[in-house]
Nanobody
Framework: VQLTESGGGLVQAGGSLRLSCVVSGYVYNPNVYCVSWFRQAPGKNETVASVDIHDNILYADAVKGRFTLSRDNAKNTLDLQMDSLKVEDSGTYYC????????????????RGQGTQVTVSS
C-alpha cells in the first residue's frame, strides 16, 4: 500500500486548506483498511481524523467543527478539508493506513505517506 499526500502550504489564521491522500497498491481494499490523518509538530503527535472500515469518521476534539474528512472509495482518495485554521494546526500532516483497525499513532500504522507541511501564520 502506498500513500501520497498533497495540498499542504502556508495560510493565514482563519484560512482554509484541503489535503488530499491518494492510496494505491494491489492489496489495498478500503473495506478492510482504516485510513487516518496524523499530524506532528514539536511536542505534538496526534491523530487528526480517521475513517474506519465501517465508514465511521472520528475527529480529534481540537478539530471538530473545523475539519471535514471525506473518502472516495472509487478513486481511493482521502481528503481533509481544513477550515478556520489556527496557528496550532501547523505541522506535518501524514496520511496512514492500517489493516482492520485504526492505529493509535502514526508509528503504529502499517503504511504511511511522506507527509505534507501545513503552516498557519498569525
Amino acid at each position: 500500500v502506498q500513500l501520497t499526500e498533497s495540498g499542504g502550504g502556508l495560510v493565514q489564521a482563519g484560512g482554509s486548506l484541503r489535503l488530499s491522500c491518494v492510496v494505491s497498491g494491489y492489496v489495498y481494499n478500503p473495506n478492510v483498511y482504516c485510513v487516518s490523518w496524523f499530524r506532528q509538530a514539536p511536542g505534538k503527535n496526534e491523530t487528526v481524523a480517521s475513517v474506519d472500515i465501517h465508514d465511521n469518521i472520528l475527529y480529534a476534539d481540537a478539530v471538530k467543527g473545523r475539519f471535514t474528512l471525506s473518502r472516495d472509495n472509487a478513486k481511493n482518495t482521502l481528503d481533509l478539508q481544513m477550515d478556520s485554521l489556527k496557528v496550532e494546526d501547523s505541522g506535518t500532516y501524514y496520511c496512514a493506513a492500517n489493516f482492520l483497525v485504526c492505529s493509535a499513532s502514526l508509528d503504529d500504522s502499517g503504511y504511511r505517506g511522506q507527509g505534507t507541511q501545513v503552516t498557519v501564520s498569525s
